[in-house]
Structures are given as structure tokens and as C-alpha cells.
């Protein structure tokens, strides 16, 4: 029996890189129908496969997983470009059918209004300086490589996963002052806009509070912390924690197949698609 709920937000889930949960996400989101489902920005690397990113198997079933929900289940999909998936910019705004690509939108539930946007434009960083947020990649990258090693290690004792990146930052003064500073920019443009609250992603760090009034929710990450909004059916907000061991600890059979890197081109060739294809 599924958990039935109104609206799912998940941001930051990076396909094409190695760090990404893609395969913990399609578990998180089989045990759950929803009308709305937001994917709020960094869904796909791109700056990633540019570089050496890989796609895999896994990656694939994500969006699988996705395309079941709209057709079987009904549900309203709307993907929200991020800076890590900016060739987005070349079809925006699209539409067909369940499904919406766009920069930002506006979302109404239970008479509260929602600015929901990835973030990155509030970010000076990564909206104006491209290669200086690519050279900050790196020390992030190292510290992701950290957190895998980490919990491999933990798996291996039979021990639940812990974001050892996450408790890193939360430590460092110079990050907590730069989330504290992006979520308060963020909670200023909902207030601008005329809306209740703000819904974003983009830095990773996970959160629903208030902030000067206004209620200020971050979906978190498919990287570290596994993390997803859920709005339930009288339109309460709560941030929810997936984990290995609420699935006790089943091993899916395609395990296996999922860790298979797939070459694009071959893909596209035998389904007979061309990123170029016209949707009438």
C-alpha cells in the first residue's frame, strides 16, 4: 500500500556523477502516489557529463520511475532548471501533457503561496563567476569521495547511512554564515513576490522553518543527505529522511545492471531519439 500525499518536492539529484543516490531515490519515490511532483532544479549534471560524468543504468530508471507516475498514477510533473542543468535553457518554457519544464513558478495550496525556484540566481557565485563555482566543485567532490568512503565503511558494519559531508560543513564557519546569508535572500524574494513561503534547493542543506515570517523550505539533496518535501493532503509541509534501513536492507535485483555505465549515443540510437527530435 502506497503512502498517499498531495505534492513532492526532490532537488539536487546530479545524475551523470558518482555521488548520486538515483537508485535510493526510485525506492524512496515507488512507496509514495502524489498529484504533484516538483523536481526542483540539478536533476541531471550536465556541467559533470560534459566533463567525465558517466551515465548509468540506474540513472535511467529514475526517469522510468517518472514517467510510470505520469502515466499510470496522473501525477503532475514540473521540472525546475538548476545551474547544473542549464542547457534546460535551450527548450524553456516546454510543456506536453503532465509534463512542465520551467525557470520558477508560483504554487497555491491550502490558501498559502509558494515561490518555488532552485536558487542558484540568488548564489553570486554560480549565477555570475561559472568557473570559480566550478573550482569550488573541487574541494566539494573530494569532500563527497570522503562521505563515500565513510559509509561504505559503515555499511560494511551493518550501521545506517550518516552524511559525514553534511556534519563537515555544518561545522565550518564560513558555510554555516553562507547558508545563513542564502536563506535569508531567499526568504526577502517570497516576501517581494507576495508569497508565504519560498521552496528551494541548490546548496544542499536540507530545512522547513520560519524565517521573519516567511516559511522557508529546502528539499536538500540526492547526494548527502537523501532528503524530500512532502506536502500531505491538508497541505502540511514536512522534510523527510529517506534511509537503507527502512527498506530493510533489501537488495534489488537489478542492482547489479543499475551500475552499468551506458554510452549516450548507443542510447539514443536504439530508441531511435535525437536530442534534436521535434514533439509535436
Given amino acids: 500500500m502506497k503512502n498517499e500525499c498531495k505534492t513532492i518536492v526532490i532537488s539536487d539529484v546530479h545524475l551523470g556523477t558518482k555521488g548520486s543516490k ?15 511532483l ?17 551515465w548509468k543504468r540506474k540513472h535511467t530508471r529514475f526517469f522510468t520511475r517518472i514517467l510510470k507516475m505520469i502515466e499510470d498514477e496522473g501525477t503532475k510533473v514540473t521540472y525546475i532548471r538548476g545551474n547544473h ?25 491550502n490558501g498559502k503561496k509558494y515561490y518555488i525556484v532552485h536558487g542558484d540566481i540568488f548564489d553570486s557565485i554560480t549565477s555570475q563567476f561559472k568557473w570559480i563555482a566550478k573550482l569550488g566543485d573541487i574541494g566539494y567532490t573530494f569532500l563527497l569521495w570522503l562521505n563515500r568512503q565513510y559509509n561504505y565503511r559503515r ?20 558555510a554555516v554564515k553562507y547558508i545563513d546569508d542564502y536563506e535569508s535572500q531567499l526568504a526577502s524574494m517570497a516576501r517581494y513576490k507576495g508569497c508565504d ?7 544542499h542543506q536540507p530545512a522547513n522553518k520560519q524565517i521573519d ?10 547526494v548527502e543527505s537523501m532528503t524530500a518535501l512532502i506536502e ?10 529517506y534511509s537503507d534501513s527502512d527498506q530493510k536492507k533489501e537488495k534489488d535485483k537489478k ?26
Fill in 22 to 36: 538515483a537508485k535510493e531515490l526510485v525506492r524512496f519515490l515507488k512507496q509514495y502516489k502524489c498529484k504533484n
Fill in 197 to 203: 513561503g519560498i521552496i528551494c534547493g541548490h546548496i
Fill in 85 to 109: 542543468d542549464d542547457f534546460l535553457d535551450q527548450i524553456l518554457p516546454f510543456k506536453m501533457g503532465n509534463l512542465n519544464i520551467a525557470r520558477d513558478m508560483t504554487y497555491e495550496s
Fill in 255 to 280: 542492482d547489479n545492471e543499475d551500475d552499468k555505465t551506458i554510452d549516450l549515443k548507443d542510447y539514443f540510437q536504439k530508441t531511435n531519439f535525437s536530442p534534436n527530435t521535434e514533439v509535436g
Fill in 38 to 54: 516538483i523536481l526542483n532544479g540539478d536533476i541531471i549534471d550536465g556541467w559533470q557529463l560534459r566533463k567525465s560524468g558517466k
Fill in 155 to 174: 555499511l560494511k558494519k551493518g550501521l545506517p547511512y550518516y552524511s559525514l559531508s553534511q556534519k563537515i560543513k555544518g561545522k565550518v564557519k564560513r
Fill in 232 to 241: 500531505d493532503k491538508n497541505g502540511e509541509w514536512s522534510l523527510v529522511y
Fill in 213 to 222: 515570517g516567511v516559511h522557508y523550505l529546502n528539499s536538500g539533496d540526492w
